[in-house]
């Protein structure tokens, strides 16, 4: 798998969704974590429609080790999908060996796809923890754990410092029910190849 | 007082007339080998065999007639089968097997039998002594009625407004028993603490906790039973313990500070523990229970543990056992040896702590009832956390990334006791099973906090009433059209199982059954 590997080249991250979802938010928690803490360089840029709410949108990160000379992202290496129009429009702009996390209640991927493939029900697991605005948080800590393009602590104290006041520990609650969803699911992963299904 | 005690349980009809030609001739027997006449071998049930043992016997031989000359035909097959079952729990104790022989006579046969009596003190010499401390007489400290009204007390048994919610939820007042909780508290209240029917009522309670769950004023009657039991013990009123008291034996006998335990000798090879995992897995009596209920019954609730340990493993969990693993004691608590309970949960404190365990995972209710809630009770403070199995598994399959194989089998559910209504996790079951993929589920008429107990509790009080009850129970469980009984306690399998041996009611009643916790660990899957 590509995640083992420190980037040589900038990794480039687009998170994608509809207004509202906090596409850009993460965006920005993404940025944030990788520069102010983990002490990378960074950059975001956001295009959203002029809706507040329901058109498609979407933030672009850049994570590099050196000065990054241009911010915006034609290719990712790593694409979030939270709605299907995004992702309609941007699947085809992936790398080849690129990462795809999507929300899989929201989108429906065109066809399988290999290990780069990953997908969480980052809304519903929201809504049974009790605010469906915090899907993008979920996706954020599954985003940390399969990809391993920030690191979790950067991500989790960036979290509590950029979401409302007051929600900070229910939203660092879904951060890490996403990071342990991406835990085990990699850890499924790496049993099935092993030929470990079930018990024995 | 260091010799050996062994005792010869010999039948009157054919060996003994060989003992008595070795008397009469004054052959030298061992001295240490004590005689006792006996009408048939097969009589010799295994309480009274491993009476024995609890109270001190280094060696028993039973001897009976050769096969075939059995007075009664079928004695010497039922001796058989006791001795065979006996020697399997003494292997299990660690006393040996060998301690218990079976061997058979004619009359004339007095020089075999001599050579026999010989080998055999032999024998027992070379094993020595037995580790077992017979338990002695409970000493009546306090007086019944001192103690009895410190029980009304402390329970607030004088909160009972003699509504009568409680009879009319009793599943023993319903099944036609002529019982009723409020009119013994009533009783007891009253100072007739040593009446008949007191007495009775209070052995025949199931402690299964409806009553408890319905009281307005919340008198918690399964405790007041539980410790009205120990005021009865002390007085030497007996309970209706079932099995001839077998399994109170039992545990009794695992008291013995230096038993040398071997709990988990059973264990498939493909299990994965570590001796210093910092987390316990506490398997319960499940090993007993196979011995002394697998020939009759077919029940194999060491299944529950061996899927248990293989959930853990699903998980990367590879837990520490403890070789020497004790009963819990809940019987002996629930059976008012309160002093034996105490001995039990100190050896096992002792001997989890000393390992230095942070957590200790359980898929017994009666166990982790026991550890996380009776220990501390009876001044007893544990260090460790104590998780049932449900709780553990729920919590990591909702980390995501398991799913389940589908399961070709319509569910219905049977509420133990302690997870129900008296302790436990009781809505987990039902998340879990939520989570599981079978054809379908279907509810009981009487379920979660009105669940009907499966009939019997701590081996006491087993009479038509329970089963007729248990009868009740499998009714409601076929009336829902499922075909498999998922139960949650190796004790409902086994009492369950029990009733539907009847042989009138026959199929109308049998189903099959299994444990939550192997329906989930055989059809848990990564995703």
């Not at chain 1, 000379?69 to 290719?75: E, G, K, L, M, T």
């Not at chain 1, 996403?178 to 099935?192: D, H, S």
């Not at chain 2, 009533?186 to 008949?196: D, L, R, Y």
């Not at chain 2, 026991?370 to 460790?384: M, Q």
Request: overall charge neutral; hydrophobic content about 35%.
């Amino acid at each position: 798998m590509n995640r083992k590997t420190e980037p040589a080249s900038p990794k480039e991250i687009l998170i994608t969704g509809f207004g509202g979802q906090g596409i850009v938010l993460a965006g920005q928690i993404v940025g944030k974590a990788a520069s102010l803490l983990d002490k990378k360089e960074s950059t975001l840029t956001q295009s959203y429609g002029p809706e507040a709410r329901g058109g498609a949108c979407s933030a672009q990160v850049i994570i590099s080790d050196r000065t990054i000379h241009y911010p915006y992202v034609r290719r990712p290496d790593i694409l979030v999908c939270m709605s299907q129009g995004g992702y309609d429009r941007f699947a085809d702009t992936l790398k080849g060996d690129g990462t795809l996390i999507i929300d899989q209640d929201l989108v429906q991927p065109a066809a399988a796809r290999g290990s780069g493939f990953f997908a969480i029900p980052a809304t519903r697991i929201a809504e049974e923890l009790g605010r469906r605005m915090m899907a993008n948080i979920v996706i954020l800590g599954f985003f940390t754990s399969v990809t391993e393009a920030v690191t979790a602590d950067a991500m989790r104290r960036t979290v509590s410092e950029s979401v409302p006041r007051g929600t900070g520990e229910a939203n660092i609650g879904a951060f890490n029910k996403g990071y342990e969803f991406g835990l085990a699911t990699l850890k499924g992963r790496q049993k099935k190849a092993e030929g470990k299904k079930g018990v024995r | 007082m260091n010799d050996l005690k062994i005792v010869l349980f010999i039948c009157n009809w054919g060996p003994h007339a060989a003992f008595q030609m070795l008397q009469d001739s004054c052959r030298h027997m061992p001295h240490q080998v004590r005689m006792i006449r006996i009408p048939c071998s097969g009589r010799m049930s295994r309480a009274l065999l491993f009476k024995a043992f609890e109270t001190g016997a280094d060696g028993v031989a039973l001897v009976g007639c050769e096969p075939g000359s059995c007075r009664y035909g079928s004695g010497t097959g039922i001796a058989e089968r006791n001795v065979q079952d006996t020697r399997g729990i003494l292997e299990l104790l660690g006393l040996g097997k060998d301690r218990l022989r079976l061997a058979t006579f004619l009359p004339e046969q007095s020089e075999a039998l001599l050579e026999f009596l010989q080998q055999f003190h032999a024998d027992v010499e070379r094993m020595g002594k037995s580790p077992v401390i017979p338990v002695p007489k409970t000493q009546p400290g306090e007086s019944g009625r001192d103690l009895a009204a410190r029980i009304l007390t402390s329970h607030d048994i004088y909160a009972c407004q003699d509504c009568g919610k409680c009879s009319s939820a009793c599943p023993m007042s319903l099944c036609g028993k002529p019982f009723s909780p409020r009119a013994m508290a009533g009783s007891i209240i009253g100072g007739n603490i040593g009446s008949a029917s007191v007495v009775s009522d209070v052995w025949s309670c199931l402690t299964c906790g409806i009553c408890y769950d319905r009281c307005p004023s919340a008198v918690d009657f399964p405790r007041f039973i539980r410790d009205m039991r120990q005021v009865h013990r002390r007085a030497g009123t007996a309970g209706q313990e079932a099995h001839e008291g077998f399994f109170q034996a039992l545990m009794r006998t695992m008291t013995s500070p230096d038993l040398d335990i071997r709990h988990w000798d059973w264990l498939p090879e493909d299990i994965q523990v570590d001796g210093q995992s910092k987390t316990l897995f506490f398997g319960g009596c499940a090993p007993y229970f196979d011995t002394f209920f697998g020939r009759t019954l077919g029940v194999k609730t060491c299944d529950i543990l061996i899927d248990s340990l293989r959930l853990l493993n699903f998980f990367d969990i590879f837990p520490a056992l403890l070789p020497g693993e004790r009963c819990c004691g809940h019987d002996l608590l629930w059976t008012g040896d309160r002093d034996s309970f105490i001995r039990l949960a100190r050896l096992n404190v002792d001997a989890i702590e000393e390992r230095g365990i942070e957590e200790v995972v359980t898929s017994c209710p009666e166990c982790y009832r026991t550890l996380a809630i009776d220990y501390p009770e009876h001044g007893i403070p544990i260090s460790f956390k104590v998780t049932h199995i449900f709780d553990l598994a729920e919590k990591e399959i909702d980390k995501g990334a398991i799913g389940f194989e589908k399961l070709n089998r319509t569910l219905t559910f049977q509420d133990p006791c302690r997870l129900a209504r008296l302790g436990g996790p009781g809505e987990l079951p039902r998340k879990l099973i939520s989570r599981l993929k079978p054809r379908g589920f279907e509810e009981m008429r009487d379920r979660g906090n009105s669940a009907l107990c499966c009939g019997n509790c701590a081996w006491t009080g087993c009479d038509s009433y329970t089963k007729a009850l248990q009868v009740k129970r499998l009714r409601q469980a076929r009336e829902t059209g499922s075909n498999l009984l998922v139960t949650a306690c190796p004790k409902c399998q086994i009492h369950l199982r029990c009733a539907m041996e009847d042989p009138f009611l026959g199929d109308e009643i049998r189903m099959e059954m299994m444990d939550l916790t192997s329906i989930v660990a055989r059809t848990i899957r990564w995703e």
